[in-house]
């Protein structure tokens, strides 16, 4: 019984993978042809603003700039912006994942990769990686939701991630806003029981510190409160023999 639960749970994590995987490659194939429409699209309406504004025709003029904000849209346009530079899918699928949720849910946020990842170190198991970009990021959205509803202005929150690599390490960074009268020391923040979040275990980052422990040679987690902003830093390290992947 064990043995065949275990075989549909694998079974599940391979259909959800090529889901991600094909909505990857989509992104990958249209995201710069897109830029690059918005680009030329705009650069033919100026020279047509141009034309019309000589003949007096300031309806067409009106009409033009109303078609543009109709059909570009920039807040869509930057909903995964930089995901085509990932090119290791597990990190790949849980950013969309995320970022998907945050645009869905209506929070301000802001992603960045600005270099080519296509290999992370060995020394860590990269599910254990996944399950902490998960885990900040939940952390992340559950802490904005409550913040929007408690201010009820959804410009309140924010959340700021991105992920990094050179010289073979590989940095992932997420910060979000919190309610101003936060204030706890990062070793308490790590306890199971303890958190930023109301009516919340806490569970999340006690978590995180147990996987840290596995990899204590090869894996840095940093995280804590300055500044009205929650900010967690995590930077895993390849070993002398095993490399990158």
């Known amino acids: 019984m064990r043995n065949r639960?275990?075989?549909l749970k694998e079974q599940q994590l391979q259909i959800e993978n090529a889901q991600l995987k094909e909505y990857s490659?989509?992104?990958?194939k249209?995201?710069?042809e897109l830029r690059h429409f918005k680009h030329d699209y705009e650069n033919l309406l100026n020279s047509l603003k141009i034309s019309a504004e000589k003949g007096d025709s300031e309806s067409v003029v009106k009409q033009l700039a109303e078609y543009t904000d109709s059909q570009i849209d920039e807040k869509a346009l930057r909903k995964y912006?930089?995901?085509?530079h990932i090119h290791v899918e597990e990190l790949k699928s849980i950013v969309i994942t995320k970022l998907a949720k945050l645009y869905n849910e209506e929070i301000p946020y802001s992603f960045g990769c600005d270099v080519e990842i296509y290999n992370i170190p060995k020394s860590v198991n990269i599910f254990d990686i996944v399950r902490i970009i998960g885990i900040t990021f939940d952390n992340a959205i559950e802490e904005s939701q409550s913040l929007i509803k408690q201010t009820g202005n959804t410009d309140s929150a924010k959340v700021d991630a991105m992920y990094y690599q050179e010289d073979g390490n590989f940095e992932f960074r997420i910060r979000n806003r919190i309610a101003a009268d936060t204030s706890l020391a990062s070793d308490i923040l790590s306890k199971d029981g303890y958190s930023t979040k109301k009516h919340h275990t806490g569970i999340g980052l006690a978590n995180v510190k147990q996987i840290e422990l596995k990899y204590e040679e090869y894996m840095l987690v940093n995280y804590g409160i300055e500044n009205g902003w929650?900010?967690?830093?995590?930077?895993i390290m390849p070993d002398n023999e095993g490399g990158i992947e």
């Open 5 to 7: 639960e275990l075989a």
């Open 230 to 235: 929650f900010n967690f830093e995590l930077e």
């Open 25 to 28: 490659n989509y992104l990958d």
């Open 30 to 32: 249209n995201e710069d």
């Open 81 to 84: 912006k930089g995901v085509n």
